[in-house]
């Protein structure tokens, strides 16, 4: 992570955070749905549509599925600009 | 490996999945429910990962919507399923993204209970004019729904009671005007366009039934069952009606009025069509007969019939045309969402 994206991966982790009701510190050390216990389909709509309202993009239907880690939201939300 | 396109080309996978995990319907009847190998093929996707494995998969039916002078694209999803897990978390939503992306208007009616929590969270929009109703045609099936509600002390009597019931249910072959006719076809003739056409403007909003429509959905059905009537007016082709008889979970007989057309401007033959309905399911042995419709005069000539309303179908939507109203208006029977199609 550099400089330039810290403002984004602290958005993303407090839409995750809202999402799935953790705190913003125990997020940050990594999320995906096998370490999140409701982080079921429903949960992932949510998600998506949290994002997406969050950074002001609309995320292709390729990428909805790979939103499951930190790194992977910051990389598609990085790239919509 | 993501998103595919369902084509006639798909890896037996796709097949085995859809076996699997929807319905043990066999490769023909995806292949006909999709249209693969037609030029309508090409509104079914699923998602595959780099080892082959197929996570999910989502499939439409396309029609059109026709309102007013126009017909825009629309299609029912009717398929939407992802392996449980991790991995399908997210499939899902991106499978559906999909398929709104790929037509103007996507509806879907009733859907799991995943499904309708779900889809409210994506914007998606529901109408609850669609309404099945029931009417049962034997004294078997009267006393088995009637004990079904009675405490367990009063179900003998129930069932005793409704065994006299019979000659309250038998239903007369109803007197059609003296200038119609019910005439049993094994499909719909080029001919049947111009009625389409003619009853289209009375019924829109409606989707198509056209004969392509219509031929595809009910008579060149896999499982056959349908039986389609042409009604003639004079010597002139002005509408139909299809029904079709199977057998449900409890072993009952399951008459259904599919859908039907007729002259608008005559309402008293949607009564007298629905009647015969009736009469002919009760003849081939239907221990009842069920239908869902979402307009006003098909309600009360199902009402006449002494069908009873067993509840709303939700029909949910995604985003529709600018001229076209909600779809609280809109002209829906059984063809809209037969679960014979699933």
């Known amino acids: 992570m550099n400089a330039n994206s810290y403002p984004l991966r602290r958005g993303i982790v407090e839409v995750v955070s809202g999402v799935f009701g953790l705190a913003p510190d125990v997020v940050e050390q990594g999320v995906s749905p096998d370490r999140v216990e409701n982080w079921d389909s429903e949960k992932h709509v949510e998600l998506v549509v949290a994002l997406e309202e969050r950074f002001g993009v609309m995320f292709e239907a390729d990428e909805v599925p790979e939103l499951t880690s930190l790194e992977q939201m910051e990389a598609i939300i990085a790239r919509h600009g | 490996m993501a998103i595919q396109v369902f084509g006639p080309d798909a890896p037996d996978a796709v097949f085995a999945f859809l076996d699997e995990t929807v319905s043990m319907r066999g490769r023909d009847h995806w292949r006909w429910k999709y249209r693969l190998g037609s030029a309508d093929a090409g509104h079914a996707f699923y998602w595959q990962e780099p080892d082959g ?3 999910g998969f989502i499939g439409m039916m396309r029609t059109a919507l026709c309102a007013g002078p126009q017909c825009h694209p629309a299609a029912w999803f009717v398929d939407w399923h992802v392996v449980p897990g991790e991995r399908g978390v997210g499939v899902g939503l991106g499978l559906l993204r999909k398929a709104e992306a790929a037509v103007g208007t996507l509806l879907t009616l009733q859907g799991s209970a995943d ?5 409210p969270r994506l914007g998606w929009k529901q109408s609850l004019s669609p309404h099945t109703w029931v009417r049962p045609l034997s004294a078997r099936f009267l006393g088995d729904w009637a004990a079904r509600r009675a405490p367990s002390w ?6 005793a009671a409704a065994a006299l019931a019979g000659g309250y249910l038998e239903c007369r072959r109803p007197a059609l005007p003296a200038d119609v006719a019910l005439v049993e076809v094994d499909r719909f003739g080029a001919d049947y366009d111009d009625v389409w056409r003619a009853r289209a403007a009375e019924f829109a909003p409606a989707m198509a039934r056209d004969r392509t429509y219509l031929n595809y959905l009910c008579a060149d059905y896999p499982g056959g069952g349908y039986r389609l009537r042409l009604v003639r007016c004079g010597r002139e082709a002005a509408g139909h009606l299809i ?3 199977d057998t449900d979970r409890r072993g009952f007989a399951r008459g ?6 007729w002259p608008r401007s005559r309402p008293e033959l949607a009564a007298q069509l629905v009647q015969s309905a009736c009469w002919q399911l009760q003849e081939a042995g239907a221990d009842y007969v069920e239908c869902v419709l979402s307009v006003p005069d098909l309600a009360a000539a199902v009402r006449a019939g002494r069908f009873r309303c067993r509840g709303p179908v939700p029909l949910w939507y995604h985003r529709l045309p600018q001229d076209v109203d909600k779809p609280d208006r809109w002209y829906i029977t059984f063809l809209d969402c037969d679960r014979a199609y699933r």
């Open chain 2, 256 to 261: 259904r009025i599919v859908d039907l057309l």
């Open chain 2, 243 to 245: 029904w079709r008889l």
């Open chain 2, 115 to 119: 499904t309708r929590k779900i889809l």
């Open chain 2, 154 to 159: 009063l179900r003998g009597p129930v069932r």
């Open chain 2, 53 to 55: 494995r197929i996570m």
